[in-house]
């Protein structure tokens, strides 16, 4: 027979649900571990009229994504992504299907597969990351609508010819002189969005997040330091395939993804009704995971609260979505398609920082007086700047 009980909640109020339980808190990630301290690893909540079910223990989201995963693919509306109609091209917005499929796998082969990363390497080590606060998409699209026409013109009277670049808005220009494959200039505008959101703020936050954790704690940032001094040794810039040989520095990123997952509550939307220990998940529910919580969660790590990347050192854990306790990039068929830049990135801009200077607070701050508050937006961001002095090392120097 059918379990019907809902997991257990906050009593709702006629119309306004759970609003007031969720209290002024605007960093909704924090709101909902506070409420499942009481309510528990499952527990649902309602706002208006849309049932949401917050799963705080990697148990449950193994047991929903290994029994469920093709049932909960969609996304919530969000009406931000309607610009332009985005949210219909969108992959991180459609649902599963062929058109995301198709999506997925010109991402993966084309953009994101081992040989395209390494080919366009150097353009990583070249220019770093630009860090947008502010998103506009209608702006953000006009722009790369602009980015298209002139790279296209570039190409001139003969467009198979190529611009003589080798960056990935040629690689899917050229898909779309291949009518075969099906792609338009409209849908090529729409992947620069989704690739443009999907990687700024992420991982500028979490570099800034890493940088800010290593100078509070000054021997773990020296570790990290005489780690990268060892493998590169001096005269030389970072590569990405040193990453490899930098245990402590993976261990530094891991780390700081379990306090600071850019997005700390990942949404998705129940397609039929979810049964899980014992209790239903109504079709439509919004089932939100709630990595921010799982992250400091005292039950699964040792002082949570705590930066100690050493905890991943020899550890089998990892952040690829198949250890629950630790998913900042998501899991299962909807995991983040940017992962094996994102992986890239994060490691060849920290270990390019600690590389090339030391760092150290601004005069008259102490590690203890960091602020470590977070701002609400896409993303969650620091809510002051670091500050940070750099240092001129001889490295720096011999790189001049
Ligand atoms: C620190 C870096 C990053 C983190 C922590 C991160 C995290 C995530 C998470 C949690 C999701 C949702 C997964 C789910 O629903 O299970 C996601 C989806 C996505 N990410 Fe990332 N991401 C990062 C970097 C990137 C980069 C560099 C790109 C692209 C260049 C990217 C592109 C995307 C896209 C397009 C989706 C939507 C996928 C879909 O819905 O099928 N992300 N990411």
Request: hydrophobic letters at 40%; charged letters at 25%.
């Amino acid at each position: 027979h059918k379990p019907r009980k809902l997991p257990p909640g906050p009593s709702p109020l006629p119309i306004l649900g759970n609003l007031f339980q969720l209290g002024r808190e605007k960093l909704y990630h924090k709101a909902v571990t506070k409420l499942s301290k009481v309510y528990g690893p499952l527990m649902s909540v309602k706002l208006g009229n849309q049932m949401i079910v917050v799963v705080s223990s990697p148990n449950l989201v193994r047991e929903i994504c290994q029994k469920y995963d093709h049932t909960f693919y969609r996304r919530l509306d969000l009406d931000a992504s309607r610009a332009l109609d985005h949210h219909k091209f969108s992959i991180a917005w459609i649902p599963t299907g062929k058109k995301w499929n198709d999506i997925r796998r010109l991402f993966k082969e084309q953009i994101f597969s081992s040989e395209r990363l390494n080919a366009s390497q150097g353009i990583r080590q070249e220019k770093g990351i630009r860090h947008e606060t502010e998103v506009y998409f209608v702006k953000l699209l006009e722009a790369f609508e602009d980015i298209i026409t002139q790279r296209l013109q570039a190409r001139g009277a003969s467009p198979t010819s190529g611009s003589g670049k080798s960056d990935l808005l040629e690689v899917f220009l050229d898909l779309c002189q291949h009518r075969e494959a099906g792609w338009s200039y409209n849908d090529v505008k729409h992947f620069l969005l989704d690739l443009f959101l999907g990687a700024t703020d992420t991982t500028s936050s979490t570099v800034e997040w890493a940088m800010v954790e290593l100078l509070r704690s000054p021997d773990k940032k020296e570790k990290a330091r005489a780690e990268i001094r060892e493998v590169i040794g001096q005269g030389r810039s970072v590569k990405e395939s040193d990453i490899s040989r930098l245990p402590y520095l993976q261990a530094v990123v891991k780390e700081t993804l379990r306090l600071h997952p850019p997005a700390p509550i990942v949404p998705r939307k129940a397609d039929t009704d979810i049964e899980v220990d014992s209790y239903i998940l109504p079709k439509d529910s919004l089932i939100v995971f709630n990595l921010w919580g799982m992250g400091r969660d005292s039950n699964l790590w040792l002082n949570p609260d705590s930066f100690v990347p050493e905890r991943f050192l020899n550890s089998e854990s990892d952040d690829k979505g198949q250890h629950f306790k630790l998913t900042p990039f998501g899991t299962g068929r909807r995991i983040c398609v940017g992962y094996a830049l994102a992986q890239r990135m994060l490691h060849l801009m920290l270990a390019s920082l600690l590389h090339n200077f030391d760092w150290k607070l601004e005069d008259g701050i102490k590690p203890e007086d960091v602020d470590m508050s977070e701002r609400p937006g896409l993303t969650v961001q620091k809510a002051v700047p670091l500050m940070a002095i750099p240092i001129r090392t001889s490295i720096w120097k011999s790189l001049k």
